[in-house]
């Protein structure tokens, strides 16, 4: 069983637009919130973004505020990430996971989608 799916990355040049989708798991959606992290290889995770579970509160880290924008679809149980105006800074690789109090449930951690923003 594979509790959740990223897709989306890519390769694009800087100033251009990616959208990330999550396809997660019913019993894990409907009961969490849901956030998306990214790491680059030797360097910390990092948090990106967060979505409340009625999708109507989003938190972002100052970093991609007003670039990024996360969202979540009950139809599809899948969360987004629409990013535009990407930089190299982006270039990571990005994961989803449900969220709590005391950060990412590592317990339900993906593969992650590479993304990869040239100059």
């Known amino acids: 069983q594979v509790d959740l799916v990223e897709s989306g990355g890519g390769l694009v040049q800087a100033g251009g637009s990616l959208t990330l989708s999550c396809v997660v798991s019913e019993h894990i959606f409907s009961k969490y919130e849901m956030a998306w992290f990214r790491q680059a290889p030797g360097k910390e995770r990092e948090f990106v973004a967060a979505?409340?579970?009625?999708?109507?509160?989003?938190e972002y880290a100052d970093s991609v505020r007003g670039r990024f924008t996360i969202s979540r679809d009950y139809a599809k149980n899948t969360v987004f990430l629409q990013m535009r105006n990407l930089k190299p800074a982006d270039t990571s690789v990005y994961h989803c996971?449900?969220?709590?109090?005391?950060?990412?449930?590592?317990?339900?951690w993906g593969q992650g989608t590479q993304v990869t923003v040239s100059s």
């Open positions: 979505v409340s579970r009625n999708g109507r509160n989003a």
């Open positions: 996971a449900p969220r709590d109090d005391f950060g990412p449930i590592l317990e339900y």
